[in-house]
């Protein structure tokens, strides 16, 4: 039997790799992905990944080549940049979706990276230092990575079967992403700060940094007849533009 090969196209992290330790394959900026095939056709429509809500993970996980990469390191942007290449090698760069009632129309090849500040990042290290500005309290943070995303997902859904109605997204994704305060990295510590002393003011201040600190890729996108920015939603229908 004839030796196939299938293509592959190396896909450009928005986070140029410099949020990652050095002897980490992603620290060099690129992954290599493989186009989707039949296989990962069968990983878009089964029932158990999709009720888990881990279908794209799944198959983001067969798409890349090197199987030395820790799928978990993957920090949230650069994830979204492989999503999107794979859904444009995978089923093209026109992408049409329901916004508000209204048939709406993208080209995916035409997103950019948001721009970030390069000289804020310690090669190597995903750590980042902030003041906030009423407490005038210092705190470090990270952006978090496919693990931690995890994490916070357990912990929500352990807070929810206690308290249905409870909705503390926001307090628990905070207790993640700060890795100390006034240099104390103890998580007793951070999780009583975000809980008890950490101002309202002071947590947008944060949120609004880390938008600025974060590599991602800009899926903001200007709706038909609005001047009001969107965002491009990234589904299970993503990967299924015929649906």
Do not use: C, H
Not at 12 to 34: F, H, R
Not at 49 to 58: C, F, R
Not at 154 to 160: C, P
Not at 213 to 225: I, M, S, Y
Request: hydrophobic letters at 35%.
């Amino acid at each position: 039997m004839s030796e196939f090969k299938l293509p592959t196209e190396q896909v450009e992290l928005p986070s140029k790799g410099l949020l990652y330790p050095e002897d980490n394959p992603l620290a060099s900026g690129q992954v290599e992905i493989k186009y989707m095939t039949a296989k990962e056709e069968d990983i878009l429509t089964n029932q158990s990944y999709i009720k888990k809500g881990i279908v794209l993970d799944k198959l983001l996980q067969s798409l890349i080549v090197d199987k030395a990469i820790k799928y978990d390191d993957l920090i949230v942007g650069d994830k979204n940049a492989l999503l999107i290449a794979a859904r444009i090698l995978g089923y093209g760069a026109t992408y049409e979706f329901e916004y508000d009632g209204e048939r709406q129309t993208v080209d995916l090849s035409n997103l950019d990276n948001t721009p970030f500040d390069e000289t804020l990042i310690t090669k190597g290290k995903n750590e980042f230092d902030f003041q906030l500005p009423k407490t005038k309290n210092n705190i470090s943070f990270k952006i978090l990575n496919g693990k931690d995303e995890r994490s916070v997902e357990r912990e929500l859904q352990g807070l929810r079967k206690i308290n249905k109605d409870a909705s503390p997204e926001l307090s628990t994704r905070l207790k993640y992403i700060i890795t100390a305060v006034e240099g104390n990295p103890d998580k007793k510590g951070i999780r009583e700060f975000v809980d008890n002393y950490l101002l309202a003011q002071d947590s947008r201040a944060l949120r609004n940094y880390i938008k600025e600190v974060q590599p991602d890729v800009d899926l903001t996108f200007f709706p038909e007849g609005s001047n009001q920015e969107a965002t491009i939603p990234i589904g299970l229908n993503f990967f299924w533009p015929d649906a």
